[in-house]
Each structure stands twice: as C-alpha cells, then as structure tokens.
C-alpha cells in the first residue's frame, strides 16, 4: 500500500512540459542556414525530413511546451529516474564533496535517448508517417527509436556506423528484437555511402556519414522522415525531462549544486540535466559551473572552430553554426561511439560562446577507469559514453578534497554499459589506445568548412 501510494505520487513528479532555454538566452542562438541560400531556412524547407510539430519545436522561444499526455504516458515506464547520492563513491574518494547523478540507466534501452525517440515518434505517427529512418553510433540511439517507434506501430530502417556494428553485435540485436533493420554505414544502399565505399572501401564509417545516408532516403520517400538522436533544439528540449526532475530531486534531498556535469557527444544528455539549471542560472537565481565533457579523440568543444558547417558529411543538410571539427573529419574508433560526432549542439555552442558552460576533454583510458571505480563503489557498470562524466566528478570531487571544500556536484549518468561489455574487456586487457585526433586531418577537415557570407 505505501509503496503504490508511492508510485503514484512520485508519477506526479513527471514534468508536465519541456524547457526551452532558447526563451531564455541573454542573445538568440545564430540562424540555421539553407546551404545553396545562405539565407536562414523555412519550416518548408525542413518539411520532407520531420514533422511539422518538431520543426515548430526546434525554431521556439516559447519557454515551456507541453508534454503529450500519450509521451508522459510512456515517460510513466520508467520516469521519474532516480537521482542518486554516490555515498560509497564519496568514501573512496575521501572527499569533502557530496556527489550525487541522475540515473538515466533505467529506461528500457538503457540511456536517455528514449526521452525524444518517444517524442519524436508520437509528431510523426500524429502526421501520418509510417517509416522512420536514422542513423546510430554505438547503437544505443538506434535502440531507443526502435524502442518508441514500435510502441507506435511505425518502421525504422537505422543505418549503424560500421565500427559500432562490428564491436556491438549485441546492441544491434537489440534493435532488431524491437522491430527495426540494421545496415552497416556506409552501405551500397545509398550515393552517399557508395561515394565513401568507392573512395575508402575499408571506411569504419561515422555519424556524419550515417546521418548522410538516413537523411537521403528519408528525402526520397513520401511515406519516410528522418530522425535525430541529438544536437538539433528539439531533442534537446525533449531531454530536459531529466533535469527538471533533477531539480525538484536535489531540493528534496536538501542540497543545491555547485557543478552540473555531463558527457557531450551531440549534447544532448548533457543539455537534457544542465539546461534547466541553466535557466536558473542566467536568472541570477543558481550560481553553479556546468561543464560538458568530450573526448580527446573528438574534441569539438575545446579544440574545434565555431562556425557554421554542415551536420553531415554528404552535405545534405542545412548550415549550423556550432563548435565542429569539419564534416569530413573522422573520428578514431574509440568504444565511446556515442560520443564520437564532428559537431555540438548548436544551443550547447551559443551557450560555451556566452561563458555559460565550461568543456573539458579526457583520454578514454582514464574515463574507464574512473568507470571501473565508479562500479565497484556503487555497482553500476556505466557506458563507455558516461564514464567521460564520471571521470569529471571523480576530478572535481578531488579537487574538493585539496582544497577542503564541501561542495555539491550533480552528474548525468546518461547509460548503462551492459552492452558494452567488450570495451571494458578491451579495458582489462590492455588494449585500449589513448589516441588523440590527428591534427593534419583536422587541419583538412577544418579547411574544407562552407564558406557563409553571414560570419
Ligand atoms: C548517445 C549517448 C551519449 C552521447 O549523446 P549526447 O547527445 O551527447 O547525449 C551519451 N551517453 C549515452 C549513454 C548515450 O547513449
């Protein structure tokens, strides 16, 4: 009895509304723009790959949109995540600190994505849609659409960037035992991907590639529309579920943060818990750092340009300023695959140029082992993609320890790693290398960004 009563009453913690930080901003964020243009585009030209109701999202400054009662309805599976105090993880530590994440690890494809795949599925079964196309780095976005989608009874088709679906069969598997079909990128199916095969027939593919590949086939089909894991407004509004839950948790456990942290890879998990807190924070009424966290071997944030570029390497979509590395630029394999994309999100830029967000970037070596701590203190095995903010709030907790300083640090534990596991094989076994970028093929990559009349 006292634990339904429970239930009920923690359902009721649901947002009931998305945050949109854009209503909040000190400046607006840089217009997206049409390629052969150089104009900003129109929701006519965004119609053939997504629902209007998205596109009206990604181009709001309306401060809250409500949640569907059909999304909330499924957010009840597994929202409200839990947010966690890493007490025994303090221990270890020995530090001052007080560390608490929010759990995103419980949904039922194991990270945050599910957040927007259920949004996104529900606008494009609203407007008639009947196939989903996308692409899927580590696989975990692929597996959340797949998840959504068939709770709508809609096809997807996600083109899986060849190294991901090489080293996660079972990731793949997943996505299969929720309905979808799986196509190593670049594939033969598309011009994009047979432009790539042709010039590097061993390509280890990439988001930037993948994306190419969904988009083209969603552009040509009438009954098709694409869908984004991450960096575009929408998703990221829909993630901010996870920080307004955050909110109300931290307030109930009695404690304020001082440091938001998450991994970054398009940004969205990271916006998802931070942009809430930020919101409170350019009204003067919260006075915490955020920091985004990236990987060496992809460092966007801290070593990227900001400018406006193309999200995908076969240029098919439209212009966005944001801090990137070049579209061309292909990322080394490393078992993070989530986080390994050539831009930011466009929001999660504007707000690093504002001095709003701090970023910071690790090796994955040191992010695996601040994972393996982090398990053996707390008993979840995180993904490979969380350990970068795991790796963050272990350094900002010792730090605290130096300097005698109590202070709270709030994390985004974005995943579970149980599919996974091979990385963290690799981990023990030594094989993981720490590469960095190589700087000539950023050079390159950087070289080749459009030129805009705008900047
Ligand atoms: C996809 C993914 C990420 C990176 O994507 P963002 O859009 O930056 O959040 C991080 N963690 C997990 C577990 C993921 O699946």
């Given at each position: 009895m006292a634990e339904s009563v429970k239930y009920l009453l923690s359902e009721e913690r649901i947002p009931k509304?998305?945050?949109?930080?854009?209503?909040?901003?000190?400046?607006?964020?840089?217009?997206?723009?049409?390629?052969?243009?150089?104009?900003p585009v129109g929701p006519g030209d965004l119609a053939p790959l997504f629902p209007m109701a998205v596109i009206l999202q990604e181009v709001s400054q309306e401060r809250y949109i409500d949640i569907p009662e059909p999304v909330r309805d499924i957010y009840k599976m597994w929202r409200p995540s839990p947010l966690i105090r890493a007490r025994r993880l303090e221990k270890a530590l020995d530090t001052p600190a007080r560390i608490y994440f929010k759990y995103e690890g419980v949904s039922p494809p194991g990270?945050?994505?599910?957040?927007?795949?259920?949004?996104?599925?529900?606008?494009?079964?609203a407007e008639g849609v009947k196939r989903l196309t996308t692409e899927t780095g580590a696989g975990q976005?692929?597996?959340?659409?797949?998840?959504?989608?068939?709770?709508f009874g809609l096809e997807v088709e996600v083109f899986m960037v060849k190294v991901s679906y090489e080293q996660k069969p079972y990731r793949r598997a997943l996505?299969?035992?929720y309905g979808a079909k799986c196509i190593p990128s670049p594939s033969n199916q598309t011009n994009s991907g047979r432009a790539i095969l042709a010039a590097n027939p061993n390509s280890t593919g990439s988001l930037g590639i993948a994306i190419s590949e969904a988009v083209e086939i969603a552009a040509q089909r009438e009954d098709t529309k694409y869908s984004l894991g991450s960096v575009l407004n929408h998703v990221l509004l829909h993630q901010t579920v996870i920080g307004q839950e955050a909110m109300l948790q931290m307030a109930d456990a009695g404690h304020s943060p001082d440091i938001v942290i998450g991994c970054a890879g398009g940004g969205s998990n990271f916006s998802g818990l931070a942009f809430p807190f930020l919101g409170e924070k350019i009204k003067g009424k919260l006075n915490a750092r955020v920091i985004a966290v990236e990987p060496a071997s992809c460092p966007s944030l801290t070593r990227g340009r900001y400018a406006y570029d193309f999200g995908d390497t076969g240029h098919l979509t439209p212009l966005v300023k944001m801090h990137t590395l070049g579209s061309t630029f292909v990322p080394s394999p490393i078992h993070a695959g989530g986080l390994r994309y050539h831009g930011m999100a466009p929001l999660v830029s504007?707000?690093?140029e504002l001095g709003l967000i701090e970023a910071c970037a690790y090796a994955q070596n040191e992010c695996f082992a601040a994972g393996v701590q982090f398990a053996r203190a707390e008993g979840i095995v995180p993904a490979p993609e969380s350990?970068?903010?795991i790796k963050c709030a272990v350094d900002e907790a010792l730090r605290c320890k130096r300097e005698g300083k109590a202070q709270t640090i709030l994390f985004n534990l974005s995943g579970h790693g149980h599919f996974d596991m091979q990385a963290?094989?690799?981990?023990?076994?030594?094989?993981l290398r720490d590469e960095t970028y190589d700087q000539k093929a950023l050079d390159t990559a950087l070289a080749g960004?459009?030129?805009v009349a705008a900047e």
């Amino acid at each position: 009895m006292a634990e339904s009563v429970k239930y009920l009453l923690s359902e009721e913690r649901i947002p009931k509304a998305w945050y949109n930080l854009a209503a909040d901003l000190p400046k607006p964020p840089p217009p997206v723009l049409h390629p052969g243009t150089g104009k900003p585009v129109g929701p006519g030209d965004l119609a053939p790959l997504f629902p209007m109701a998205v596109i009206l999202q990604e181009v709001s400054q309306e401060r809250y949109i409500d949640i569907p009662e059909p999304v909330r309805d499924i957010y009840k599976m597994w929202r409200p995540s839990p947010l966690i105090r890493a007490r025994r993880l303090e221990k270890a530590l020995d530090t001052p600190a007080r560390i608490y994440f929010k759990y995103e690890g419980v949904s039922p494809p194991g990270s945050h994505k599910p957040n927007t795949a259920v949004a996104q599925a529900f606008y494009n079964k609203a407007e008639g849609v009947k196939r989903l196309t996308t692409e899927t780095g580590a696989g975990q976005w692929g597996s959340s659409l797949a998840f959504a989608a068939q709770l709508f009874g809609l096809e997807v088709e996600v083109f899986m960037v060849k190294v991901s679906y090489e080293q996660k069969p079972y990731r793949r598997a997943l996505m299969e035992t929720y309905g979808a079909k799986c196509i190593p990128s670049p594939s033969n199916q598309t011009n994009s991907g047979r432009a790539i095969l042709a010039a590097n027939p061993n390509s280890t593919g990439s988001l930037g590639i993948a994306i190419s590949e969904a988009v083209e086939i969603a552009a040509q089909r009438e009954d098709t529309k694409y869908s984004l894991g991450s960096v575009l407004n929408h998703v990221l509004l829909h993630q901010t579920v996870i920080g307004q839950e955050a909110m109300l948790q931290m307030a109930d456990a009695g404690h304020s943060p001082d440091i938001v942290i998450g991994c970054a890879g398009g940004g969205s998990n990271f916006s998802g818990l931070a942009f809430p807190f930020l919101g409170e924070k350019i009204k003067g009424k919260l006075n915490a750092r955020v920091i985004a966290v990236e990987p060496a071997s992809c460092p966007s944030l801290t070593r990227g340009r900001y400018a406006y570029d193309f999200g995908d390497t076969g240029h098919l979509t439209p212009l966005v300023k944001m801090h990137t590395l070049g579209s061309t630029f292909v990322p080394s394999p490393i078992h993070a695959g989530g986080l390994r994309y050539h831009g930011m999100a466009p929001l999660v830029s504007h707000a690093k140029e504002l001095g709003l967000i701090e970023a910071c970037a690790y090796a994955q070596n040191e992010c695996f082992a601040a994972g393996v701590q982090f398990a053996r203190a707390e008993g979840i095995v995180p993904a490979p993609e969380s350990t970068h903010a795991i790796k963050c709030a272990v350094d900002e907790a010792l730090r605290c320890k130096r300097e005698g300083k109590a202070q709270t640090i709030l994390f985004n534990l974005s995943g579970h790693g149980h599919f996974d596991m091979q990385a963290y094989a690799d981990y023990f076994a030594g094989k993981l290398r720490d590469e960095t970028y190589d700087q000539k093929a950023l050079d390159t990559a950087l070289a080749g960004l459009p030129k805009v009349a705008a900047e």
